[in-house]
């Protein structure tokens, strides 16, 4: 059930609103609109009154809910009438008009408009338009005079909302924290849909605003390129001359006046204002340190790999900021990607943009590597042989979003582990494409059957735990192929097994053998190490244990291998 709160203001605004509600609506969705209830019980009824002029009981009913008003006269509040459309779900129950009558009842109490019992307090009425929703109207001036209390109104209705549904065994939303993006109005709804678009101006500017900071490296190349998408910039500027804010419109996208609709960045989404956009452009600017050059997809995929352990092991300001980066890299991601995945990883990047808010403040000096990946992914366009680094960076972050969902569930965060468990469904359905092909394409260079069982000899030693699932599991044969090619490269396959064993445990993955696919080839392709370096290694090993003296006894045995010993 979702109640939403709308004010409105001028000597006409409570003849207007009841006008509306009693109207055939702006697309003629409104169907036999009438009262279920009213502040005194037996205010007049338009929708119900067949013998009069319905325009007249309008102006009566009206003038009685302005009453209170009126008596102030010049006193009265800026904002008069309090308007709340209080909608279902499409799949809950159909309620009769005395089960929607008490629930407006107890809207109007929990938001301090009409307390129970409270003889003297604001006027309202609760209209009916169809099955699934209700209008509640009011004045806000009270039947004495005073005004009513409805300090944070907007969540004491939620949280009576929450409660409605469970007395009524209707759908059960999820609380929010107030760091939701603000939705689209009814108005913009039915604008977007005249013009025959899929999504409303409000969900396009936000998409290319989020994307357009993902994106850039300072605040110049930010505006940049919102020109290049389009979109209409005008910055507010201070007394100093300083901007201090901007609104973004849409070309096309006007009022009845021919004027462009602008939409302030703190509208469109909480992080979005231009202090925030700010401050999160300022993780991205160049470092006094030279970064060390790498292949983009492995920098990008080694950064979201880490995600899950800054969201176990780290403080929440830092596990905060990790998901603000996991939903930058999200939001490029669709533009680097195969036509065929885009509209599954859209999909995905829109639904996470919600997990990536809470009230924890975030801590983005963590981010800077997988910001600028994800970045020089972007504008590089880094050669990807056969497709495995944006697999391997989508299998990341499908982990990195699973971690997420659990990270916000143990906080509380329903709307955020919500957000993070439908990101999720549509990264699988991405993956699964994508994964296939390419790892069917490295198993058709599988090696010989003696290295496969020699292969399959170290997993047995190594992790004797998980041998048998890896060894039945339908990638086994891209896994051989990944530690054949190793070997070519001069790697020793057992040491890059050890090495992609230790990087995390194999407990929870779903396919044992792919995650090791990916892990190996990204290690396999750093430069392998020259006979000389793996000579002095092996010398080192075999002095450590004399060198550490009484304690040699205590030291693991040669035979267990590393990822055993760790």
Known sequence: MIPKIILGKGPKATRRTIGYLFGKGRANEHTDPH???????????????????????????????????KMLGDKAPKYTVWHCPVRAAPEDPILTDAQWADIARRIVAAAGIAPAGDEEACRWVAVRHADDHIHIAATLVRQDGRRPKRDYDQRAVQREARKIEIDYGLRRLRPGDGTAAKRPTSNEHFKAKRLGQDATAREILRLRVRRAVAAAADEAEFF???????????????????????????????????????????TLAPDLSLPKIRQRLATTTPEPVVVRPGNPWHQATAATERIPHHLTHGDEHAAQGQLVALGAALDLLPVTAPLALRAELEQAAAVFERATRSRITADLDSTRVLRRSIQAIWRERPQDKDGAGFAMLLDAA?????????????????????????????????????????????????????AKRRFAHHLQEAVPEHAERILADPAWD????????????????????????????????????????????????????????????????????AAAGPTAAAAPSPQTSPARRR
């Open 35 to 69: 009262l279920v209830e009213s502040w005194n019980g037996f205010a007049p009824d338009p929708g119900r009154s067949p013998h009069r002029n319905r325009k007249d009981v309008e102006d009566q009913l009206a003038t009685q809910l302005d009453q209170p008003v």
């Open 478 to 545: 891209a896994l051989a192929t990944v530690l054949a090619e190793a070997e070519t490269a001069g790697h020793n396959a057992a040491t890059v097994l050890d090495q992609a064993l230790g990087r995390r445990t194999l407990d929870d993955a779903r396919s044992p053998a792919r995650a090791l696919t990916w892990r190996i080839r990204r290690l396999s392709e750093r430069h392998a190490p020259s006979p000389r370096a793996e000579a002095a290694k092996a010398r080192s090993a075999t002095q450590r244990p």
């Open 224 to 266: 940049a390129l919102l020109e290049a998408t389009g979109v209409t910039v005008h910055l507010k500027h201070g007394p100093s001359g300083d901007a201090l804010g901007c609104n973004f419109a849409l070309p096309g996208d006007t009022n009845d006046k021919g004027e462009p609709v602008f939409y302030a960045g703190s």
């Open 398 to 450: 499908l982990t990195a979003v699973a971690f997420a969902m659990h990270w916000h569930r143990t906080r509380q965060h329903a709307q955020q582990q919500a957000a993070a468990e439908q990101a999720l469904l549509h990264l699988q359905i991405a993956y699964a494409q994508v994964s296939g092909p390419v790892l069917a394409g490295i198993a058709q260079r599988s090696p010989s059957l003696q």
